[in-house]
């Protein structure tokens, strides 16, 4: 396949990391906009979407090249309704938060059941093993780890223990790869913040309101 690599040089080198089935062409560009058309391309991998989500028009203009796109902080359902996909829905979720990119196994959300044999046929084609949750703000992964973190924040606010027994007593206890913090360093502050505002604002849950020292480590940023 000739594909199309929308991202950042960190999320680039988790894909990179992560490998793509042999015999593909790769065309990495940092920006939609560096891209004069779409049409030679056989999939776009954005990367950044969740950053870009107006990128969505363009999209829209191309229905016949497939987009796994980085959806943790919006849903297909809504890009869905902010955006004229007049001659089909191409875009499909996927949980390309720093971090998680090189994930073993690909987190991903389709609209519908017709985009689910096209996912399989791609996900094979690249040599990708995936697993499918609902079309949600957040997806399953995101939401999980950025509500630990945003815990861990609230743990270290009110003084109950220090940012890096948070993190030991994670690791060790949990068998946690990363303790919280060393997690909201690798996904990064911003993301972090933003997906949980996002989940929040989508779902009304306190469990996903902003920690006052998360909000205060993302004002700083």
């Known amino acids: 396949m000739n594909i199309l690599v929308i991202a950042d040089a960190q999320r680039f080198d988790e894909l990179q990391q ?10 990495w560009k940092t920006s939609l906009e560096e891209v004069l058309s779409l049409k030679v391309f056989d999939l776009v991998l954005d990367l950044i979407f969740d950053d870009r989500p107006e990128h969505a028009a363009v999209y829209a203009k191309n229905p016949a090249i497939p ?6 902080k919006t849903s297909l359902s809504e890009i869905m309704s902010q955006y004229a996909f007049e001659q089909g829905f191409n875009i499909m ?4 938060l720093p971090g998680f990119v090189n994930m073993a196994v ?8 017709g985009q689910k044999q096209t996912l399989d046929s791609l996900m094979y084609q ?3 093993e995936y697993a499918l949750v609902a079309d949600a703000t957040g ?3 995101p939401r999980v780890v950025c509500m630990i973190i945003n815990e861990a924040y609230l743990t270290a606010q009110e003084g109950t223990a220090s940012i890096e027994d948070i993190d030991t007593s994670m690791r060790l206890g ?9 997690w909201s360093e690798k996904i990064g502050i911003r993301h972090v913040y933003e997906v949980l505002k996002a989940v929040h604002d989508a779902t009304g849950d306190d469990r996903y309101e902003v920690a006052a020292l998360l909000q205060t480590a993302y004002e700083a940023i």
């Not at 979720?93 to 390309?96: Q, R, T, Y």
């Not at 949990?174 to 060393?182: K, M, Q």
């Open 18 to 27: 992560k490998g793509l089935a042999k015999h593909h062409e790769v065309h």
């Open 67 to 72: 987009v796994l796109a980085g959806m943790a």
């Open 93 to 96: 979720g996927c949980n390309f």
């Open 106 to 113: 690909t987190e991903v959300t389709v609209m519908d059941e």
């Open 126 to 128: 690249l040599g990708w």
């Open 139 to 141: 997806m399953v992964t």
């Open 174 to 182: 949990t068998n946690y790869p990363y303790g919280p913090f060393e």
